[in-house]
Nanobody
């Protein structure tokens, strides 16, 4: 089992910045993929950004140039720096870890609220 604990959400004005963190603990394998998703009421959860254990990243078009995902493998922690935030970035952000161990394993954090409003 893997546990994911997120932190860093909150209320910020448009144009502001926030940094999300997610620490994984438990049976974390060396090779995995960590990502941030977000969800607003009535909509499907969507991928925001992801990073492999080798450092390869991918981003949703809506956040390219504004969000940066990074990770510290020694700490099993993934970060998401969010700049130039917009009201449409308001959502619950979830951390995800995916790894393979004889079968796919998929873990989620509890979610952290990000609200962008003046």
């Amino acid at each position: 089992q893997v546990q994911l604990v997120e932190s860093g959400g909150g209320l910020v004005q448009p144009g502001g910045s926030l940094r999300l963190s997610c620490e994984a603990s438990g049976s974390v394998f060396r090779i995995n993929f960590m990502a941030w998703y977000r969800q607003v009421p009535g909509k499907q959860r969507e991928l925001v950004a992801g990073v492999s254990s080798g450092g390869d990243t991918n981003y949703a078009d809506s956040v390219k140039g504004r969000f940066t995902i990074s990770r510290d493998n020694a700490k099993n922690t993934v970060y998401q720096q969010m700049n130039s935030l917009k009201p449409e970035d308001t959502a619950v952000y979830y951390c995800n870890l995916a790894q393979y161990a004889g079968g796919s394993q998929d873990y989620w954090g509890q979610g952290t609220q990000v609200t962008v409003s003046s």
